[in-house]
Protein backbone atom coordinates (compact mmCIF):
# COMPACT_ATOMS: atom_id res chain seq x y z
CA UNK A 1 0.00 0.00 0.00
CA UNK A 2 1.18 3.42 -1.45
CA UNK A 3 1.01 5.60 1.25
CA UNK A 4 1.79 9.65 0.43
CA UNK A 5 2.24 12.36 3.27
CA UNK A 6 2.34 16.02 2.78
CA UNK A 7 4.47 18.21 5.20
CA UNK A 8 5.56 21.85 5.53
CA UNK A 9 4.46 25.74 7.32
CA UNK A 10 1.06 26.23 7.52
CA UNK A 11 1.09 29.89 6.75
CA UNK A 12 3.51 31.50 4.46
CA UNK A 13 3.93 35.85 3.92
CA UNK A 14 3.53 37.20 0.80
CA UNK A 15 6.55 37.20 -1.71
CA UNK A 16 8.14 34.29 0.31
CA UNK A 17 8.38 30.51 -1.22
CA UNK A 18 6.47 27.79 -0.30
CA UNK A 19 7.83 24.71 0.40
CA UNK A 20 6.07 21.63 0.86
CA UNK A 21 7.80 17.96 1.20
CA UNK A 22 6.07 14.90 0.11
CA UNK A 23 7.07 11.87 2.10
CA UNK A 24 6.34 8.63 0.43
CA UNK A 25 5.99 5.27 1.79
CA UNK A 26 5.38 1.77 0.21
CA UNK A 27 6.47 2.01 -3.10
CA UNK A 28 10.04 4.12 -4.48
CA UNK A 29 9.50 7.60 -6.70
CA UNK A 30 11.76 5.87 -9.20
CA UNK A 31 9.45 2.97 -10.10
CA UNK A 32 8.48 3.21 -13.69
CA UNK A 33 6.23 4.34 -14.82
CA UNK A 34 5.28 6.87 -12.21
CA UNK A 35 4.50 10.48 -11.83
CA UNK A 36 4.74 12.57 -9.25
CA UNK A 37 2.52 15.61 -8.61
CA UNK A 38 1.96 18.52 -6.60
CA UNK A 39 -2.29 19.46 -7.16
CA UNK A 40 -3.86 22.51 -5.18
CA UNK A 41 -7.58 23.69 -4.47
CA UNK A 42 -8.08 27.36 -3.72
CA UNK A 43 -11.32 27.84 -0.92
CA UNK A 44 -14.20 27.49 -3.23
CA UNK A 45 -12.19 26.53 -6.48
CA UNK A 46 -11.76 23.36 -7.96
CA UNK A 47 -8.37 21.13 -8.54
CA UNK A 48 -5.14 22.67 -10.42
CA UNK A 49 -2.71 20.73 -11.39
CA UNK A 50 0.70 22.52 -10.33
CA UNK A 51 3.46 20.03 -12.01
CA UNK A 52 5.04 16.55 -11.43
CA UNK A 53 8.20 14.97 -10.82
CA UNK A 54 8.52 11.42 -13.11
CA UNK A 55 10.15 8.53 -11.73
CA UNK A 56 13.48 9.40 -14.25
CA UNK A 57 13.47 13.10 -12.62
CA UNK A 58 12.21 14.89 -15.18
CA UNK A 59 10.13 17.59 -14.19
CA UNK A 60 6.89 19.49 -16.36
CA UNK A 61 4.86 22.43 -14.62
CA UNK A 62 2.06 23.99 -15.50
CA UNK A 63 2.36 27.04 -17.51
CA UNK A 64 0.51 29.17 -15.64
CA UNK A 65 2.98 28.60 -12.47
CA UNK A 66 6.01 27.39 -14.26
CA UNK A 67 7.76 30.69 -13.94
CA UNK A 68 7.15 30.25 -10.04
CA UNK A 69 7.79 26.50 -9.78
CA UNK A 70 10.63 24.04 -8.73
CA UNK A 71 10.11 19.95 -8.43
CA UNK A 72 12.66 18.40 -7.13
CA UNK A 73 13.24 15.20 -5.50
CA UNK A 74 15.43 13.03 -2.76
CA UNK A 75 15.54 9.63 -3.17
CA UNK A 76 17.46 8.76 -0.23
CA UNK A 77 14.50 9.59 1.53
CA UNK A 78 11.75 8.39 -1.09
CA UNK A 79 10.64 12.76 -0.47
CA UNK A 80 9.85 14.95 -3.67
CA UNK A 81 9.71 18.57 -3.09
CA UNK A 82 7.32 21.52 -4.34
CA UNK A 83 8.51 24.97 -4.06
CA UNK A 84 6.54 28.09 -5.27
CA UNK A 85 8.12 31.32 -5.35
CA UNK A 86 6.80 34.80 -4.74
CA UNK A 87 3.53 34.07 -3.28
CA UNK A 88 0.42 36.22 -3.25
CA UNK A 89 -2.92 34.99 -0.94
CA UNK A 90 -4.35 33.80 -4.75
CA UNK A 91 -1.91 31.41 -3.62
CA UNK A 92 -3.75 29.96 -0.70
CA UNK A 93 -4.90 26.56 -0.80
CA UNK A 94 -4.93 23.18 0.21
CA UNK A 95 -1.89 21.50 -0.96
CA UNK A 96 -2.03 17.91 -2.31
CA UNK A 97 0.54 15.40 -3.48
CA UNK A 98 -0.57 12.77 -5.45
CA UNK A 99 0.64 9.83 -7.72
CA UNK A 100 -0.20 9.48 -11.33
CA UNK A 101 -0.03 6.62 -13.36
CA UNK A 102 1.74 7.40 -17.13
CA UNK A 103 0.07 4.85 -19.25
CA UNK A 104 -3.44 5.54 -17.78
CA UNK A 105 -3.00 9.23 -16.11
CA UNK A 106 -5.42 8.02 -13.30
CA UNK A 107 -4.12 9.34 -10.00
CA UNK A 108 -4.34 6.16 -7.89
CA UNK A 109 -3.16 7.82 -4.93
CA UNK A 110 -2.74 10.92 -2.92
CA UNK A 111 -1.69 12.59 0.74
CA UNK A 112 -4.57 13.76 2.67
CA UNK A 113 -3.34 17.40 1.78
CA UNK A 114 -2.45 20.25 3.58
CA UNK A 115 -3.41 23.54 4.00
CA UNK A 116 -1.30 26.70 3.50
CA UNK A 117 -2.26 30.12 4.10
CA UNK A 118 -0.69 33.10 2.60
CA UNK A 119 -0.89 36.13 4.51
CA UNK A 120 1.16 38.81 6.20
Known amino acids: QVQLQESGPGLVKPSQTLSLTCTVSGGSITTNYYYWSWIRQPPGKGLEWIGY???????YYSPSLKSRTSISRDTSKNQFTLQLSSVTPEDTAVYYC????????????WGQGTQVIVSS
Open 98 to 109: AREKVVTTEYDY
Open 53 to 59: IAYSGST
